[in-house]
């Protein structure tokens, strides 16, 4: 009976992530089919990779997504982080304003989002769509960092910082001596949450350009007109990239929970 | 020295002020005007008499809610199963069913468009067996597939996420009562669950009402939703479609707060049930 039921289970976990995983398996597949066909296999082959990395507008949008991703994540966890130092130390009530209007942009649906930066880009006269991709990825960047620090914050002192400047540190070197190291860990999480969502970004973008393309519209505008091989192959590069990624981030986090783990074991053992 | 402190969130809220509030101002502002400009309801009235709009909405509620209820009847017992098995085999295999939700949507809808294209895999599998080929993409059930594929590992992380941290004690406490396991999960784990139902719930009822792209890749623009109504606005017609847009967009953020604030409701409801419990 208890055989039988785990049998269930495991089929069903199994079968869930057969649906989850062989559309993108089959993709990957036939990313190094021989010919055009998404149905019939003919053979191994790089070619769609070869012209992959020979399509300059392919790898025009690849370097966009990075740099926007790079350089937003960088101002907004900067931005950020002062604002974060900033907030806290408000007397509640103008906090709690300025705390509910920074969640705009993570409650917003994407789409409003968008539309919205696309109505004041126009409206403020501010042309060049890179210019304005960026300033969309910092503005939705700068709340997750400000809510990955705050956290931080609070479980570090005030004392301290007041402490050095009653030693006569000036507030910009208590912050960058006492301060920073202590949320540390807030930051480059923010930093991190920020890059993520700037490269995996479709729909504020989308709206917010104009006349240039990310990977995610690249994609969108092949994949409107049907399927492609070489999306295909690109598909591929970046799952490995996200996998890859996240591979490296998991185990780090399993690693830090195995050592407390052991840590409180051996704790317990001596207190026995 | 406090108000010294407070200074270096100065930048930060001219930023927020002109990139995060003007814009939301901005939406409001053009719901509430006419395409000639001046204050007027014209662009609501238009939003929500027009017979296309409206029919367009219902298709968009009706998707969503059963992409919805199809996740959560795939999704419960992923997290359930996950909840009872060893902490480290369940830690991998929760990581797995995240892993999708890390990729780029548009990747994962383009996956299920090289599936069901009709020189897809599935259709060389039905001219193997020497059957027919099959339209799959373009339908409306190309569209379901493609919002409950994206969205369920949204159900599946906070419904595990609140069953990990059930207490087991409870659940042989009640079996040692003489529950049978059936009763065990419908007067135990379900109750507790709730929360995690109703997160999850919303992440994945609000994204899909929202979604503009997987009805244009899987539905070929036959099946527009609401999202890909805001979007031909915005788009397709230019500056003079902005006061009925932002109409759209204007009703479409409401409907997402009202949906936010029943979910709010139950939880509450939920929580004073599960202060009953005890």
Redesign the interface.
Known sequence: MKKLRSFF?GT??GL??I??????L??MV?SFNGSK????WTGFSFRWYEALFRDTTIMDALMVTLSVALISALVATV??T??????H??KKGPRGV?EN??R??M???????G??????F??LGIKGGYTRML?AH??FN?PYV?FSVMPKLRQSSNLL??AA?DLGCP?MMA?RKVVIPDIMPGIISGFVLAF?LSL?D??VSW?ATDGIQNL?IY??GI??R??SPK??AL?TL??IA??TL?TFV?VRS?KEEREQEQAQKRLARRTK | ??L??????????V??LI??????V??VY?AFSSAEGGLSLDSIITALTNEIYMKVLARSVWIALKATVICLL?GY??AY??S?MKKRTA?I?Y???I??M??????????????L?S???F??ILSLLGLPAQQFLYTEGAVMLGTV?NF??FMVLPIYSVLVKLDRSLVEAAADLGANPVLCFIKVVLPQSVPGIISGITMVF??AI?T??IS??LGGGKFLLY?DL??NQ??TLG?SA?PV??AL?FI??VL?LIS?AIMRRAEHDAGEQGGMLW
């Open positions: 289970r069903y976990l869930m992530l649906f989850l995983y062989a559309p993108i089959v993709l036939f066909s998404m149905g019939r931005i950020g002062f604002a974060a130092i900033g907030i130390s408000m300025v209007i920074s705009l942009p409650v917003n649906p994407d789409l409003v989002t539309i919205s930066f696309m109505m004041l126009a409206m300033i910092i503005t700068i400000i910082y007041e400047m507030p912050l993520t995996d479709f729909v709206f995610s994609i969108y994949a409107r049907g399927i999306i295909n598909c970046m799952f996200v996998v996240l998991n399993i | 020295m406090k010294k402190r407070q200074a270096f969130s100065y930048p930060y809220i930023w927020m990139f995060i509030l003007a814009p939301m901005l939406i053009f795939l017992p992923i199963i996950l009872t830690a295999l990581v797995l069913f892993v999708p890390w990729m780029n949507f548009l990747l994962r809808t383009y996956a299920w468009q090289v599936l294209d020189n897809g895999i259709n060389s594929y369920l590992p609000i994204p929202t503009f792209a244009r890749l999202g805001i979007e915005f788009i500056q902005w847009g932002s967009s479409l953020l997402v936010m």
